[in-house]
């Protein structure tokens, strides 16, 4: 493993000298001459909406997935100014340096007057989320504001996730446009893909629309002017008013204007701001904290939608909801709280830790106290009046350096714990482990994460890095009822969980004494009531109907349209994929529901989409290190490999402005390689150094795991051809530093690695520690493995697995070496 950082380390600074092509621009814009700043707009040519000074003049453009051709343009302009064009190696120049940049006043050639425009685009979103839009009221805006203009030329287009319509359209005898005729015959459905927004030679584009992009961005020439259209009080009026103000134009919100004021307000050369109609939305404000202070990232979702939102670093949140509304708080090591909306102005909402976690750690809160701490299991350590249960813990230091034996480590450092027998096969008993004093039951070993019902008198007390004990059944709940008697929990020092990740060491992570004996069962999936309704239909289109006709009931649970789209991705491939433009619709802006989506697209190999909900996902959560791994990943399965060689170098290069991708290095070395190997001719090779262009990666078996909810507690385990297994934990109570590490950084993947290995059959089993109702969305896992990693004979394997369905230990998978 040190030998695998040493190159990693190298391959970093390595790619900080070779990445020159990132698209991170910054700087500020001036007028020349009297050097005040300018609000002006900053865009690259082919990369769609880009960024807008602030007043200080100031900003920073990132595309961090987005290559810099010989051909790309940026350009810089503003109101009242003449616009400057920067290319080539100019261009390239500029890269990730703060740059001044002055415009000249004067009229920008870029844009015509209002009354000069003479090609216009309307284009008609006719998703799902947008039949709730007011037909005749976004009719009469267009036709008003085409009566201002002399003898336009117009298109109408109406899309979803393809174009649907695409016609020339002329005004009748009254000057007016039979659009509700054309609308008339549309049918609302599917999703919304705003890349099908094109406006090439377009003087004006009018988007009818309720904002809700399921894929894509608009992309228009910077000399198109863009008015988008809403007509209800919730849609996403943040994106609207973002990409008209970059494209010259307004956001025009008829649910509180009318046509006619809008074309007023257009004519005189204003725009409409979020104040003219945040008092339509409702909206309820909150806080949410515990006994330590207020807490930070806690889910706040409306139940029965899928609008989730996070709280801030005061623990605010706003949500847009309405009197007798249910609001449902979720955080890490919390117990999950439902609220219902009242007239109050602010909500309050205390979470209570869990009895077993951590809460301290996990607020932004400064404990307020100081008591002496205990160490509650390991490495928790919480005050004696909030443990809640007995517990001790003692470290290498307190085991004597003569100690031979297990008994030897803890004899007389624990109160309460008896050490009977000779060294070498002691009798060990917990005092109150088992709840009574006269029933001496054995207690539960834990060593390395890793349950034992015997006594590992194989252990090395040198090889000890700490011993806990728990003495209560609140304590190991954990572990079930073979607990009872109470439980030791063994860290050693030789122990490394992260050994598996690394080329040829799997068998080294796995522990002496730890027999595999279970006979489990291959994981069934459960048969949801409605697929047995499906199956109960003789014919494909009759399925699809049912479906349909259940969907009305479950339109915002992921579950029913992912359970529907494998169903049917089996039997009917294409009403597969309107069952995920459905979900991606439903799914909005909800992280968690677009990361479950992704799975289901790459599973059934529709690539390009994958990518597109990639995107989205990175728009949204821009912070998160698994957002740009996704995305680069995607990339590369649909053949975009410049894109992902672009954000792997600004993520190893560690050039992702806030964004920590420290812990995920390994994995995304091994990625690049894969990338390099598999793909070298078709990427710009000459951007990396020679140690990486050699096809050196090889791997007998690769395996990834991704969750869908970060805080899923579950357990992975791996059982090697000699039936000994090694268990990987994910759970808040066993691997808390982890689940910190993942809370900060934003990941929830892991790499396994088995290369080098013996013959013979591994076996891969899974086990859900929670509760179904514990988060909003049940959480998926996505198992994906690769056989020879990295040559021509790779193959690969993905399954998506509803992983709160496995309460008890399954079989994910067999793999044979």
């Keep these: 493993m040190n030998h695998f950082r040493l190159i990693f380390t190298l391959l970093v600074s390595l790619l900080s000298f070779y990445s020159y092509s990132q698209t991170v621009f910054r700087g500020v814009v001036l007028e020349e001459g009297s050097k005040k700043p300018i609000v002006a707009k900053v865009g690259v040519s082919g990369q769609g909406a880009g960024v807008t000074s602030g007043t200080n003049g100031r900003f920073l453009y990132r595309k961090y997935d987005q290559v810099v051709s010989p051909e790309s343009e940026l350009v810089i302009s503003a109101k009242g100014y003449e616009s400057v064009s920067i290319s080539g190696d100019d261009l390239r120049n500029l890269y990730n340096i703060t740059s001044t940049i002055y ?461 529907n789209a494998e169903y049917f991705q089996k039997i009917a491939p294409a009403k597969a994929e309107l069952i995920r433009l459905q979900l991606a619709e439903v799914a909005g802006e909800n992280v968690k529901a677009l990361r479950i989506l992704s799975y289901l697209y790459e599973a059934a190999g529709s690539y390009k989409r994958n990518a597109q909900v990639s995107e989205r996902i990175v728009a949204l959560a821009p912070r998160e290190a698994q957002s740009y791994r996704d995305l680069a990943l995607a990339y590369t399965l649909s053949g975009d490999y410049n894109k992902a060689l672009e954000l792997y170098i600004n993520m190893l290069g560690e050039r992702i402005l806030g964004v920590d991708f420290s812990e995920i290095e390994g994995p995304l070395g091994n990625e690049l390689r894969h990338l390099v190997a598999l793909h070298k001719d078709k990427i710009e090779f000459n951007r990396l150094p020679n140690e990486w262009l050699t096809n050196d990666l090889e791997m007998d078996i690769r395996l990834v795991i991704n969750w869908s909810e970060q805080d899923a507690p579950f357990i992975f385990q791996f059982v090697n051809p000699k039936k000994k297994f090694y268990t990987w934990d994910h759970t808040l109570f066993d691997n808390k530093e982890r689940l910190l590490k993942e809370r900060k950084m934003g990941f929830q993947f892991e790499e396994f690695v088995i290369d080098d290995a013996k013959a013979g059959e591994w076996i891969v089993n899974v086990q859900y520690l929670g509760e179904e109702a514990t988060f909003a969305i049940p959480p998926y896992l996505k198992y994906t493995v690769f056989r020879n990693y990295g040559t021509s004979k790779e193959t690969k394997e993905v399954k998506v697995v509803k992983l709160f369905e496995q309460k008890d230990k399954v079989s994910l998978g067999r793999i044979n070496l």
């Excluded at 409605?530 to 009759?542: G, Q």
């Design 103 to 563: 415009l000249k006043p004067g009229v920008s050639k870029d844009v015509k007057p209002l009354n000069e425009a003479k090609d216009v685009v309307v284009f008609w979103d006719i998703s799902a989320s947008a039949k709730s839009q007011n037909s005749n009221k976004a009719i009469d805006f267009v036709n008003s504001y085409l009566a201002t203009l002399s003898s336009p030329a117009v298109r109408f287009v109406a899309f979803n996730d393809k174009v649907v319509l695409d016609k020339k359209i002329t005004a009748a005898a009254d000057g007016t446009f039979a659009l509700s005729e054309i609308i008339k015959s549309t049918n609302y459905t599917g999703a919304t893909d705003y890349s099908l927004i094109d406006g090439s030679n377009t003087d004006v584009a009018i988007v009818v629309s309720d904002g809700e992009q399921s894929f894509g961005n608009i992309e228009l020439p910077r000399t198109t002017r863009l008015y988008t259209v809403n007509t209800v009080a919730t849609a996403n009026h943040e994106n609207m008013m973002a990409d008209a103000s970059f494209y010259n134009g307004s956001y025009i919100p008829l649910f509180s204007t009318n046509p006619d004021k809008a074309i007023a307000r257009i004519n005189a050369g204003g725009v409409f701001k979020k104040a003219d109609f945040s008092k339509a939305q409702a909206t309820v404000k909150g806080i949410v904290s515990s006994t330590n202070g207020p807490i930070q990232g806690a889910a706040v979702s409306l139940r029965g939608t899928l609008n989730e939102y996070l709280t801030k670093a005061d623990g605010t949140f706003n949500i847009p909801a309405v009197e007798g509304d249910v609001l449902q708080i979720r955080y890490l090591g919390m117990y999950p709280k439902d609220v219902l909306v009242t007239k109050d102005p602010v909500i309050q909402v205390e979470m209570i830790p869990q009895a077993d976690m951590l809460d301290e750690v996990l607020l932004t809160g400064n404990a307020k106290s100081k008591e002496k701490k205990v160490d509650a299991g390991n490495g928790v350590a919480k005050t004696k009046e909030s443990v809640g249960y007995a517990v001790n813990t003692i470290t290498a230091e307190n085991i004597r350096p003569s100690a031979t034996f297990l008994g030897d480590a803890i004899r007389g450092n624990f109160a309460g714990v008896q050490v009977l027998g000779p060294p070498g096969s002691e009798k060990f008993l917990i005092r109150g482990g088992n709840m009574s004093i006269n029933n001496e039951l054995p207690p539960l070993w834990v060593i390395d994460g890793a349950p034992f019902s015997g006594v590992p008198y194989y252990l090395d007390p040198q090889n000890i890095k700490s011993i806990t004990i728990l003495k209560s059944a609140i304590a190991t709940v954990r572990y079930g009822t073979i607990a009872s008697g109470g439980a030791f929990l063994v860290k050693t020092k030789a122990a490394n969980p992260d050994a598996v990740k690394g080329k040829g060491n799997v068998d080294q992570a796995l522990i002496k004494g730890n027999d595999y004996s279970e006979t489990l069962a291959d994981m069934v999936v459960e048969t949801s009531p409605y697929i047995t309704a499906l199956d109960k239909e003789s014919t494909v289109a009759a399925k699809y109907k049912k479906y349909q006709a259940l969907s009305k009931n479950f339109k915002n649970s992921v579950s029913f349209y992912a359970d």
